[in-house]
């Protein structure tokens, strides 16, 4: 693998971070992006009339019926959200099974809301930033029971397949990923791609964070239905981008790969893989127009991996992280017991949740439910770089309402179940400022900063290393936001305002980054779901 200059990933979180605009200065939004002695506003969605189409639609191919029934698997949406994906691996992917991790993970809700100016806006089974929804879903198949060997995409717009390939090109993946063990004994990979321009048509470069945000949000359903359905499953980062690229037939720039899962497990070895021609089949345009944000792609492009062989050398580099000895007091939380876990499988609870942007102040979470996300959320999955429960990322909590634990700053310690007191003290006002000053997180019982020391990730993992320190986070708050679902609880993604949260959590975090944040508590009987960023 060649030698990343990381110094590109590092100029391109700088040129993407947010932070506040002065009251003086012009702007809808009230945040500015990267420099400020360069003043970009950081919203762009400028132009209503190229507004990207929320979904990728192929003209021509002929719709596979997928069934929309959901079976009651028995397990509890907080076992499934902790499961680390190899347990109770005996079961093999069906049609059945594709159809519910598109539906549930990609899959669109009747559910519109139409803001003051007439715009009508569409809502998918997992949440994503602005609702733009910018990812695709595809399948690479063996010959299942019910469903020929192919590639296929998860249509949203109708809840069907559509076979982009025909045969089986499991090899070539596992050739993609210098033969990582559960790409190479899976009976179905799924691939999860970005458009990127569906989401910078309104965030500009920082869509690039976005991608791993989203994504992350998307994989913690994938490997929630995965668990359920009692499906080993796998999250592969590492893989020759333009390889996957070529074999889904998208283009690398406009839409690429950005993670793998492997599901299940045979013991019969893949055939050779037919040859992947291009294929450039026709698929309804997304806007008149379209803006290439050159920061982002660049980043994308640097963050690429050339071969399968280097795909194997930077999967080598899998860190097992240990973080610094607690230095403060200790709070041991005391998670639900198996036997007490709500029994409601992600099946259910997937379509109950939704974004909770209003808190009620006047009341506090159980300590047993604040531990039970925490210990649940954070146990990690089963991957061929992140490794589980030594996250890449710190996870700092402004804690507001939990019986028993006295307001203040706190960092989670997953290895010793604790949470250790960094600063006791009210600090409603200064959550609500460093969110990008949104209301809902001083009003929200606690909020999880995940903060990620970058020059050490891409020390070890190269300008790639930028994609992991995004998307762990977001993956694990997705998990727990529909774990809070399970308890009678609510939560929503968010943004931040950069330096400020680092400034707000340090001493302790100095040197570290944000990588993303989200906040949960107790709905306000009245909530309403309101839009956000
Ligand atoms: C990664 C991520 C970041 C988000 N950031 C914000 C935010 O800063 N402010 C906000 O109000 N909502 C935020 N959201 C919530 C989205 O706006 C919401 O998911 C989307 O509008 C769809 O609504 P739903 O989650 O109710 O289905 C975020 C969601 C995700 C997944």
Redesign the pocket.
């Known amino acids: 693998m060649r030698n990343d200059d990381v110094e590109q990933a590092l100029a391109f979180h700088n040129a993407t971070k947010y932070y506040a605009l002065s009251d003086s200065e012009p702007g809808d939004d009230r945040i500015g992006m990267g420099d400020p002695a360069d003043r970009r506003e950081a919203i762009w969605q400028k132009d209503w009339d190229i507004k990207p189409l929320l979904y990728k639609v192929y003209e021509g191919l002929a719709p596979i019926e997928l069934p929309r029934e959901l079976p009651d698997t028995g397990m509890p949406t907080l076992a499934a959200i902790a499961a680390t994906g190899t347990s109770g691996s005996a079961a093999v992917p069906d049609k059945a099974l594709l159809g519910r991790l598109g539906l549930l993970t990609n899959g669109s809700?009747d559910r519109t809301w139409t803001s003051a100016d007439g715009r009508e806006?569409h809502?998918?089974t997992?949440?994503?930033?602005?609702?733009l929804y910018h990812l695709e879903l595809y399948f690479v198949c063996a010959e299942l029971a019910d469903l020929p060997a192919g590639v296929y995409h998860y249509s949203a717009i109708d809840h069907t397949l559509r076979q982009v390939r025909a045969g089986d090109f499991r090899a070539a993946l596992a050739a993609a990923t210098g033969q990582e063990p559960s790409i190479a004994a899976a009976p179905v990979v799924l691939a999860v791609t970005s458009t990127f321009w569906r989401n910078a048509w309104r965030y500009r470069e920082r869509a690039y964070r976005?991608t791993f945000?989203?994504a992350?949000?998307s994989l913690s359903h994938i490997l929630a239905v995965a668990a359920s359905a009692r499906v080993a499953a796998t999250l592969v980062l590492g893989f020759a981008d333009a390889a996957v690229n070529a074999l889904l037939d998208v283009g690398g720039t406009r839409e690429t790969a950005v993670a793998l899962v492997a599901l299940g497990h045979t013991e019969a070895a893949a055939p050779p893989a037919p040859e992947v021609g291009r294929l450039d089949l026709p698929t309804r345009p997304l806007s008149s127009a379209e803006v290439t944000w050159h920061a982002l792609t660049d980043m994308h492009l640097a963050s690429c991996l050339p071969t399968g062989a280097d795909a194997g050398q930077w999967r080598s580099r899998r860190w097992e992280r240990t973080p610094p000895p607690p230095a403060g007091p200790l709070t041991a939380l005391a998670p639900l017991p198996a036997d007490r876990l709500d029994a409601r499988p992600p099946e259910q609870i997937i379509f109950r949740?939704?974004?909770t942007?209003k808190y009620d102040t006047d009341v506090e979470i159980p300590f047993a439910a604040f531990s039970t996300l925490l210990d649940r959320s954070t146990r990690g999955v089963a991957s061929d770089v992140l490794a589980p429960g030594a996250p890449l990322t710190d996870l700092y909590l402004v804690v507001n309402g939990v019986e028993g634990l006295a307001p203040g700053i706190y960092l989670h310690h997953p290895r010793l179940g604790a949470v250790e007191l960094l600063r006791e003290g009210g600090f409603r006002a200064e959550a609500t400022r460093i969110?990008?000053d949104?209301r809902?997180a001083g009003d929200a019982h606690v909020n999880l900063y995940y903060l990620a020391h970058l020059p050490s990730i891409l020390d070890r993992y190269g300008n790639r290393g930028y994609r992991l320190a995004q998307l762990e986070g977001?993956l694990h708050?997705?998990k727990l936001h529909l774990g809070t679902h399970a308890l009678g609880l609510g939560a929503?993604?968010?943004?931040a305002f950069d330096d400020e949260v680092v400034d707000f959590f340090s001493p302790h975090a100095a040197g570290k980054d944000y990588a993303?944040v989200?906040v949960f508590g107790k709905r306000r009987a009245t909530s309403r779901?309101?839009?956000?960023?």
């Open positions: 809700l806006h809502y998918r997992a949440g994503g930033t602005g609702a976005h945000w989203d992350g949000t949740r939704r974004s942007r969110a990008a949104q809902y977001a708050a997705g929503v993604g968010s943004t993303f989200t779901t309101t839009r956000g960023r």
